[in-house]
């Protein structure tokens, strides 16, 4: 390595392993500067001189000397054109990005002077995950991880709100009268939904769902009690089994100006409607059909010792009423006179079905068009409708689930 090329005076570039074991053989092993210098074929001995005084002050991170003196590592030159390539992404990053906050601004018509708020900047950040990571994304924004992924959540929690407010609408359009708990619970059984029913409230008000609510009536507080009627039942407690407390009355539904009557017995256990007639007119024969109607409906259920509750009406206190429960074991009781909160259970069932059928809404203008309506709704009522007081179950989902 010696000899004339020594003389060369033409820019020499060292390899790093070169200067790297001349820096050790002066340091580790005791040798001059001047022998290695001659054994590497070094043209000065200065440069060993400044590569060791580079080392003490870097150590193994050496640098290599060009011949205008500028140092550079190699380790420092990689970092560096890694740097400039971060750099360069994250200036393409912050250009998209700004253009894309410039078009939603004019979007909504804001002015310049109009921030950009979190979740905005959520919603563009996630149109460029893409192309850019989500950390460069982040700081071009000014954006808290923590923050974008909590709107994150809020779109998750958006979307899936927007899909049980579709089943609400399909549950409002069948079921008008249906409150916040009614839907609450058509949600959970239907859809297998469950949420509570502040949140049906908050998603109501969203759509604009207001349910149909019944007015009730003051009750008359003053009851009259006629010798000789028994009163074995209050109105109010509910049986505690199936078939042993019943209730019966006669509404009247007008038809085009003429009265129709129809006539009722309900299962104070579970509010169902065992049986119903529905006439011109409201004779005694029409009461004796419907309980009639009820053996036919339930022909293994033994009514023996029930008891059957009823207002004072004549049909109630007809010997043919009376005769007809004692041919069939059951047990007379009675309202007291001008007191309908005694019979509450059907009177609040007539108030159910003439308000959620329909009835105060429409005018029917056939026989036909009212007998369907009640046959409509009371299947309705006993096999699908939602009752709160029943666990969310209709009558008939009740009784069979405490078989």
């Known amino acids: 390595m010696h000899g004339i090329e020594i003389l060369d005076d033409k820019p020499v570039r060292y390899p790093l392993e070169l200067k790297q074991e001349a820096v050790e053989r002066v340091l580790i092993n005791n040798e001059s500067r001047r022998q290695v210098s001659l054994d590497l074929g070094l043209v000065d001995t200065k440069l060993l ?23 550079m590592s190699k380790k420092t030159e990689k970092t560096r054109l890694k740097q400039l390539e971060e750099e360069n992404v994250y200036l393409r990053a912050e250009v998209e990005y700004l253009k894309k906050v410039q078009r939603l601004s004019q979007t909504k018509g804001r002015g310049s002077g109009e921030k950009v708020t979190n979740y905005e ?11 850019f990571a989500l950390k460069v994304l982040l700081e071009v924004a000014g954006l ?3 923050t974008y992924y909590n709107n994150l959540n809020k779109d998750i929690t958006n979307a899936k709100d927007e899909h049980i407010k579709q089943f609400m609408l399909e549950i409002n ?14 949600l959970k059984r239907n859809y297998n939904i469950n949420i509570s029913r502040f949140k049906v409230r908050k998603l109501m008000d969203e759509l604009g769902i207001v349910a149909k609510i019944l007015t009730k009536r003051k009750p008359n507080t003053v009851g009259e009690k006629v010798p000789g009627l028994p009163r074995l039942f209050d109105g109010k407690t509910k049986a505690e089994e199936p078939f042993k407390v019943l209730c019966t009355d006669i509404t009247y539904l007008n038809i085009e100006g003429r009265w129709h009557y129809l006539s009722a017995i309900i299962d104070t256990y579970n509010n169902e409607i065992l049986a119903y007639k529905f006439s011109s007119h409201m004779r005694t024969e029409m009461v004796i059909e419907a309980f009639d109607l009820m053996l036919q409906n339930y022909p293994n259920v033994d009514f023996t010792d029930t008891i059957i509750h009823s207002d004072q009406g004549s049909q109630y206190t007809s010997y043919d009423y009376f005769d007809w429960c004692g041919d069939h074991g059951l047990i007379r009781s009675y309202s007291r006179r001008g007191k309908s909160t005694d019979n509450g ?40 409708r939602i009752s709160v007081v029943l666990d969310g179950l209709s009558p008939v989902e009740f009784r069979l689930n405490a078989a």
């Open 345 to 384: 259970f059907i009177e609040g069932f007539w108030s159910r079905l003439k308000f959620e059928s329909g009835y105060f809404d429409r005018k029917f203008k056939t026989v036909d068009q009212m007998s369907a309506a009640i046959d409509n709704y009371i299947n309705y009522y006993n096999t699908t």
């Open 49 to 71: 001189r400044d590569w060791i005084n580079t080392f003490k002050q870097k150590g193994y991170n050496m640098f290599e000397k060009n011949v205008y003196g500028e140092f």
């Open 173 to 186: 359009k069948k079921h008008k009268h249906y409150g916040s708990r009614r839907i609450r619970d058509a």
């Open 144 to 146: 808290k991880r923590r």
């Open 121 to 131: 900047k959520t919603q563009i950040i996630k149109t460029m995950l893409a192309d």
